[in-house]
């Protein structure tokens, strides 16, 4: 492919076991790896039987196009993209400098049973993994599962790296985070605070976390991580996981990041947080920390009595917390909280404030792990919007899973 003009290859139905990673360089710029047009996604099966670190690695490739097909069985990544200095501890993004790796997209792709074999490397995976210089890249449609560690990850380091341009949209991530803690369903750093025009939006997440690790979260914006757009989403931990520091989402030393018009279900054991906040170590600097909001979201519950939180040293029944003190604090404002339950949702916070104007009120959602909110939904005066569905590959239905908070 390489030394013809000819780039696209299309994988007919059938299993393929990989001996080595495949990998694209500045070489494949403009290669399209797929399944053929007319079959399901699933129906070709890059098979990394569980000796892999990945399945696919893009290095200083730039408008690579992998769709249309499934991977399974990978150690730590099923997609991983790599541009600029080395970083990590992967074959993929450590090593040499390369160059940037720009526009990529991952769409209409499957990456189930990411195994982690390593555990103190549970943070660099992902179905998709970018890092480094990979400005515009997009996952669209994509379906990740089973992963022992993230689903998805984003990562800039510091120098020249840049994220800028990243997208997630209309994908489907279940049970992420299933055996470590400390981490994200979706996942993203960018220590200089310089990426811009991130939106993870229309995403499906849930059953994330475990019941040994604490510290998972369905967004994670780690390590002053800015400019995103975390919009239309369900966020749902329903699991009566008896652990602490279980969130929604969480901020760290940010600015400028919006999330709004999603719904996030806290489930059924009383302490999931819905919002983290805090600060950050070096490498990473510290941005003004101006600019964040959480408005316009639903926030359902399936406990009895009241919340039951606790991080960062602090304990009580709030569901908005900061971890310490901060050079200025998340605009919340206008969100609906409802618990199907009967238990109390609190809405105050631990040292940022809680929401200043909250509407308790049924925001009318039904259909159960599909979360469908009636047109007469209060929420939408509080300026909620539906999102647009169509999560994950084409002809794919999310599965039911653990029981939702929503009413069928």
Not at 58 to 74: C, F, M, P, W, Y
Request: aromatic letters at 8%.
């Amino acid at each position: 492919m390489r030394a013809s003009k000819v780039k696209t290859v299309y994988l007919l139905p059938g299993t393929y076991a990989l001996k080595s990673v495949v990998e694209l360089g500045p070489a494949d710029d403009g290669a399209r790896l797929s399944g053929a047009p007319d079959q399901r996604w699933d129906a070709a099966v890059i098979d990394a039987g569980g000796r892999l670190e990945s399945a696919i690695c893009l290095r200083g490739a730039s408008n690579v196009t992998i769709e249309n097909l499934k991977i399974r069985d990978v150690e730590y990544g099923g997609v991983m993209i790599h541009g600029g200095a080395g970083f990590g501890p992967n074959d993929c993004t450590r090593g040499a400098t390369t160059r940037p790796a720009s526009g990529n997209v991952v769409r209409e792709v499957e990456v189930v049973n990411i195994i982690v074999p390593d555990a103190a490397r549970y943070s660099d995976t992902g179905g998709v993994l970018a890092e480094g210089e990979v400005r515009g890249t997009v996952v669209s449609n994509v379906l990740v599962a089973d992963s022992n560690g993230m689903c998805v990850r984003a990562s800039a380091h510091g120098g020249r790296d840049d994220i800028s341009g990243f997208r997630v949209l209309n994908s489907v991530f279940l049970r992420c985070m299933k055996r470590n803690g400390d981490g994200g369903a979706i996942y993203m750093q960018d220590y200089l605070s310089t990426s811009t025009d991130i939106v993870i939006e229309n995403n499906y997440v849930k059953d994330y976390g475990n019941g040994a690790g604490s510290n998972n979260r369905c967004f994670y914006g780690d390590a002053a991580t800015s400019n995103v757009i975390f919009r239309q989403n369900i966020c749902a931990n329903p699991g009566s996981r008896d652990v602490a520091g279980d969130a929604s989402v969480i901020f760290l030393c940010g600015a400028d990041n919006l999330v709004t018009q999603n719904v996030f279900d806290l489930g059924s054991s009383g302490k999931v947080i819905t919002y983290q906040y805090g600060g950050c170590d070096p490498p990473a600097r510290k941005s003004a920390m101006t600019g964040n909001a959480f408005a316009g979201n639903i926030v359902i519950g399936g406990f009895r009595g009241a919340q039951r939180t606790e991080w960062a040293g602090a304990a009580g029944a709030q569901s908005f917390y900061s971890g310490d003190v901060q050079p200025a604090y998340p605009k919340v404002v206008s969100n609906v909280y409802w618990n199907y339950a009967g238990g109390i949702m609190n809405t105050a916070g631990v040292v940022m404030q809680g929401d200043s104007a909250p509407m308790l009120r049924d925001p009318l959602c039904s259909g159960g792990s599909l979360y469908r909110i009636s047109e007469r939904s209060p929420a939408f005066r509080a300026g909620y919007a539906a999102p647009p569905r169509g999560w994950g590959p084409r002809g794919y239905v999310p599965p039911t899973g653990e029981a939702a908070s929503c009413p069928q």
